[in-house]
């Protein structure tokens, strides 16, 4: 294939004029983001483009792989960082190629050149998405979990860190031993308080290394909390040749997206920000409430729709809302049991951001398969239900439809939708939940097996005898199948 074939800043000047903005002016790397993923291109470096081109700055990203997927980086670095936005809407599809990404970086090969960037003081800003399991945190404490084999490796090797606190520590104390202001850390994951989640486990490691550089993170940096918001699927062949029509040239890494994207921001950066509210951001004082909502409702209903359907045998999102009992129990689920948790301000109307929801779902144009979103289920399924069956049970009120989605996980766990086709379990806990699962015969052995399991269960959820029988009568529900279950459990009162 020839340069001027395919994505490249030398075929640029061929591309058709309507995916490019003229007036862009090429930035200096000012953030470092770790975990370039479909997510971060599609969501904050599209923000950041279109705040640069509201407002000029130097906040080019440079995206690290902290797998170490090389395949990943070089095919950007092919193409100098550029790639394309295909946006999915029931009205039809449309294409931008983002040009904020200036270089990618794979660790540990590109150590050196990563700390490089971390030391340099027109780094401003280091944002992360790299799923709930990438911040190693103890799930009873918060704290950096010191079992984690990369923390204890990290811990014994601080010069040599893989992980995200270890790297993020061992850039701090840089950036402190040199005596250079601090870069502001920015988490883009989808958990609760996820700034403060974050300094806790970079705090409590640096803690065992050096107090005293614990102490100047504590003051030093700033660890905004966000809430972020975007359904973006993996990408696909049809994906490459919507992006190949649009473009005239090919691009191997476009990002399929919805139309709609969201991003609200707790405003603390001491050492500056990209001017985000021109692209449409919302920077507050206090994100908790969107956060909540959001996890609560989008996440929750997600993750329910995704077991239920591995179970049933629906593939995608937009299959499993199609099916006019599983649409209405998610929605009876928001109204009842979750709306009423949640502590939002009086403008927020939790019925229209359902409604909202549903119609984002029933994109026929996404193809957001259920299997992707079934993945990590023990880190998903706290926060986004495990939290509201805890308030629900507090506040004395039934728990029913968050009890199936639970159990419809234990069954997923299993490894075999209802017809008996297999599936894989992609989880950090993988071994330990399917043998829990597999060995259980009854609901009852089932329901006990997988509350023993403490990472996931608190010892007070786990106890509670109102939420251990409604996972027996799901679970009980579910041997005649996840259909005849979702029928049922749309309809009860
Ligand atoms: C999804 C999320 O994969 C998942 O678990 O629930 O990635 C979801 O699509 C995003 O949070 C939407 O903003």
Known sequence: MTDKSRLSRSS????????????WREPEIGIVHLGIGNFHRAHEALYTEEAMLARPGDWGICGVTLQ?????????????GLYSIVERGPDG???????????VLAMPFDRARLFALLADERVRIVSLTVTEKGYCRDPQTGDADIAHPG????LAHPDEPSTVPGILCAALKARRDAGKPSFTVLSCDNLSHNGDALRQAVCSFAR?????????IETQVAFPSTMVDRIVPATTDADREAAQSALGVWDRVPVPCEPFR?????????????AWEAAGA????????????KLRMLNATHSTLAYLSMLAGFETISDAVGHAPLRALIHEMMTREIAPTLDVPASFDLLAYRDALLARYANPALKHRCAQIAMDGSQKMPPRILSTIAARLDAGRSIERLALATAAWFKFLRGRADDGTRHEIDDPLAERLTKAAEGAGTPEG???????????????????????????RAAAKLQSGAVAAIAEYARID
């Open 12 to 23: 640029l000047a061929t591309l058709n004029a309507h995916v490019l903005s003229p007036e």
């Open 68 to 80: 170490g997927d090389v395949s990943k980086r070089d095919a950007l670095m092919e193409q100098d």
């Open 93 to 103: 599809v449309r294409v931008t190629v983002v040009r904020a990404l200036r270089e």
């Open 151 to 154: 923390i204890a490796r990290d």
């Open 208 to 216: 065992r290394l050096d107090p005293a550089l614990a102490e100047w």
């Open 262 to 274: 969201q991003w609200v921001i707790e405003d603390r950066f001491p050492a500056g920000r990209p």
């Open 282 to 293: 919302q920077l507050v004082d206090d994100v908790a409430p969107f956060e909540v909502a």
């Open 446 to 472: 089932l329901v006990d097996a997988m509350l023993a399991v403490n990472e996931v269960f608190p010892p007070d959820l786990a106890r509670n005898p109102a939420f251990r029988e409604a996972l027996v």
